[in-house]
């Protein structure tokens, strides 16, 4: 384990530390010094500008480390003072170059000067996705929120990183419709939440993980009669007021984006053309083409039989209309739908053969079909009399 600290140049008065009611309190003026009493690292690691290693607060903190701890498990980093961003990114590097590749941290922001603090934070973000590393606390005393009987309580910010992995996890769900790390961080928090000893434990958020997951796994394997009811689903779980109490206990982090990921996928609750054709818009402008174009060519198989009433779910129909449509485009038949499907069939070969043939279609050109399908589908429905064509003006 390692610490990561700093000692300044400011006036440090003497203070009795308490880390949570069953640890016991340590009285002195350097916060470091309690820090290692307390969970006994292997190594310190002091941030210091050239000022501050000069200083007596840093002289006078080492002699007490050193009652605790080894003269070669203490290290001086040299940091400049981040006067500019060329010197923040100094210490940004200082701070990653004594960290490898899976340490377990403790980071100590009490005496840190200036953005100090803010760039140990945005640091440990970093190196927790670069180099896997495991942060076991990151401490603040907070000498100023100090009780009548002059006792220090430390905070532990530790909750507040895991904000940045909430909105990393949502933004990946809502931007790609990949809902895995979401999903896992739910289920995280359910089994830390079991370890308590509180008297409520959650009962729900298992559920609210399984339905992100559901709607996960449906979008990205393009398993469109699925997705209506997993969204519907997860909407459901969303707006259950026992979920909605649990999420505010114990995922305070999602609670202000739950609105986001509502919308983000309810237009995709209803099995119809329209919602369709909306998927396909979410699928061309996130990154999807395969999806895009692979759908749009089975929507027009699903436009045509509700045309003529077919069912949509049946294979044998659903071929029958292939043939169809087919036979149609050798005829040079010029209607819109036979248009779109001689293009789309075009696409969905090339797809399908990834891209072994000779005039295959180059990957930000099929991203940029992938979008004029949509339109093209909007096109048709609009061109469709009744209720189709006025869902779609809706929706626009």
Known sequence: MKLITTIGTGNYSEALYRLNPSSFDIRTAYFPVAVAQWFKPQSVYVLLTSTAQNHANWQNCKQELLKHLPADHIHEVSIPDGKNEAELWQIFEAITSVVNEGDELIIDITHGFRSLPMLALLAIAYLRQVKGVKLQAILYGAYEARDQDAIVPVFDLTPFVSLLDWLAAAKIFMATGNGSELADLMCRAQDEACNTNQPQ??????????????VS???????VPEIPPAVRKLVEVLDDAQTQQEIRQWLPPLVPLLDQVKASYAPFAEDTLEAQAKLIEWYAHHGHAV??????????????LEQSGGDKMDVNQREQVRAALNKRASTNDESLVVQVWIELSNHRNDIAHCGFRKNRVEAGILQDEAKKAYEKICD?????????????????
């Not at 796994?217 to 398993?223: A, H, P």
């Not at 999806?291 to 045509?304: D, G």
């Not at 048709?380 to 626009?396: D, F, H, N, R």
């Open 291 to 304: 999806h895009a174009i692979t759908l749009a060519r089975e929507w027009l198989v699903s436009y045509e």
């Open 217 to 223: 796994e449906n979008l990205l394997t393009n398993r």
């Open 201 to 214: 434990l959650p009962e729900q958020l298992e559920g609210l993980s399984k339905a992100v997951k559901a």
């Open 380 to 396: 048709i429905l609009k061109a469709t009399s009744g209720s189709s064509g006025e869902a779609v003006q809706e929706m626009e």
